[in-house]
């Protein structure tokens, strides 16, 4: 058990249990259909505090078990599916790692969380990223206030992991 306790949703589980080893996905394929239709990741910077788009192309990753770190940055709340990502240079400053962590020593890197806190529905990186089409479904209607003012449990939680 960790300092902060358990995370209410287990997302290495899903990412790493079933897409790698359960049904793992078919890798050589992923990276054929690549160039006919890429993949974007969009998550959080919460340094730079803007979208952060994965791809294939930029080498964000280049297997599977990186694709799966991308995507458990961009599908990570905290305070409820554990830790944020952390993608940065380690200390020799030549590799990108990709590490799960709050506080990681020895990382200047760029701690990622849910792509919703930044950009809750990713259109403009589309766009950026070139897309010529973009197919936005919304399941809150207009004039709906979605941002509000944080309770009391949203600040217990940036309090713990945002220190």
Request: proline share 6%; hydrophobic share 40%; aromatic share 8%.
């Amino acid at each position: 058990r960790s300092e902060f306790g358990k995370p209410v949703l287990e997302l290495s589980y899903l990412l790493k249990k079933i897409v790698q080893e359960d049904k793992p996905l078919d890798w050589e394929k992923f990276v054929k259909m690549q160039t006919v239709q890429p993949l974007k990741v969009v998550a959080s910077g919460l340094k730079s505090e803007k979208a952060v788009v994965f791809d294939m192309e930029k080498e964000s990753f280049k297997t599977l078990d990186e694709l799966t770190n991308c995507m458990h940055a961009s599908m990570l709340l905290p305070g409820i599916a554990g830790p944020v990502m952390n993608i940065g240079e380690s200390d020799n400053g030549k590799k990108k790692e990709q590490t799960i962590g709050n506080y990681v020593k020895g990382q200047t890197g760029e701690p990622l969380a849910d792509a919703l806190v930044y950009e809750p529905m990713p259109w403009r990186s589309a766009v950026a990223e070139g897309a010529t089409h973009v197919l936005v479904l919304r399941t809150i209607p207009d004039g709906v206030d979605v941002t509000g003012k944080p309770s009391f449990f949203q600040k217990l939680l940036m309090r713990r992991f945002f220190r």
